[in-house]
């Protein structure tokens, strides 16, 4: 079975970031077991170019909050929750197999969360690239950490939206938008073939 939220908060919109852990702790208490995450991101990387599909396999919180600040309900999960392996690898794995099935590309990089809602400088964008960022985003990483501290597997897909700042000649949420709904159809694709082999390997 399967529960899809439509939607998200954002650190940007002004809710308290403990608040964003709720959705996620919603599902594991209705039983889900694993947690896949998409967002739309800017990329880092020339050639992975707007309306690429990124695997995320690792993540930076560059915004300077967690979702998990405040006291902590062991009931739910650990004070200090080990990130080792924040991205399933087994689920990877899948991913990767699902792609291969499907006929789609599947870039793979680390994923750099930052508050905005501002989009970046282009200096910026340069110290993430030195960073080890391939992708830029204003979400994703808040509920990974909820998922993880609770115990659910993450994977996680990102879409590119545009390059980053200084990158492409300049940035408009009109166009990312434009963009994202392009690639719908080959993320559903992709999400229909790695549900097919959860159900299978359950
Ligand atoms: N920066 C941050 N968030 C984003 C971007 C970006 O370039 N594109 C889509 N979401």
Same mark, same amino acid.
């Given at each position: 079975?399967?529960?899809?939220?439509?939607?998200?908060?954002?650190?940007?919109?002004?809710?308290?970031?403990?608040?964003? &852990? @709720?959705? $996620?702790? #919603?599902?594991? /208490? +209705?039983?889900?077991?694993?947690?896949? !995450?998409?967002?739309?991101?800017?990329?880092?990387?020339?050639?992975?170019?707007?309306?690429?599909?990124?695997?995320?396999?690792?993540?930076?919180?560059?915004?300077?909050?967690?979702?998990?600040?405040?006291?902590?309900?062991?009931?739910?999960?650990?004070?200090?929750?080990?990130?080792?392996?924040?991205?399933?690898? &087994? @689920?990877? $794995?899948? #991913?990767?197999? /699902? +792609?291969?099935?499907?006929?789609?590309? !599947?870039?793979?990089?680390?994923?750099?969360?930052?508050?905005?809602?501002?989009?970046?400088?282009?200096?910026?964008?340069?110290?993430?690239?030195?960073?080890?960022?391939?992708?830029?985003?204003?979400?994703?990483?808040?509920?990974?950490?909820?998922?993880?501290?609770?115990?659910?597997?993450?994977?996680?897909?990102?879409?590119?939206?545009?390059? #980053?700042?200084?990158?492409?000649?300049?940035?408009?949420?009109?166009?990312?938008?434009?963009?994202?709904?392009?690639?719908?159809?080959?993320?559903?694709?992709?999400?229909?073939?790695?549900?097919?082999?959860?159900?299978?390997?359950?």
């Amino acid at each position: 079975r399967v529960a899809c939220l439509q939607g998200r908060f954002h650190a940007y919109e002004g809710y308290d970031p403990s608040i964003l &852990a @709720l959705p $996620v702790r #919603a599902l594991q /208490a +209705a039983g889900c077991e694993t947690l896949i !995450l998409t967002c739309a991101a800017g990329s880092l990387q020339e050639e992975m170019r707007p309306g690429s599909l990124m695997l995320v396999t690792d993540h930076i919180n560059w915004s300077g909050v967690s979702p998990l600040v405040g006291p902590n309900d062991e009931r739910v999960g650990p004070r200090f929750v080990d990130l080792s392996r924040a991205y399933d690898p &087994a @689920l990877q $794995v899948i #991913a990767r197999i /699902a +792609a291969n099935e499907s006929g789609i590309e !599947l870039h793979e990089g680390v994923y750099i969360w930052c508050l905005g809602p501002n989009f970046e400088t282009p200096a910026e964008i340069r110290a993430f690239h030195m960073l080890g960022a391939d992708a830029v985003g204003m979400s994703t990483v808040p509920e990974c950490l909820a998922a993880v501290h609770c115990g659910l597997r993450v994977m996680a897909i990102a879409v590119m939206v545009n390059l #980053a700042a200084g990158m492409q000649a300049n940035l408009s949420h009109v166009d990312t938008l434009a963009i994202g709904r392009e690639v719908v159809p080959q993320l559903g694709m992709l999400l229909e073939t790695v549900m097919t082999h959860l159900v299978r390997d359950a």
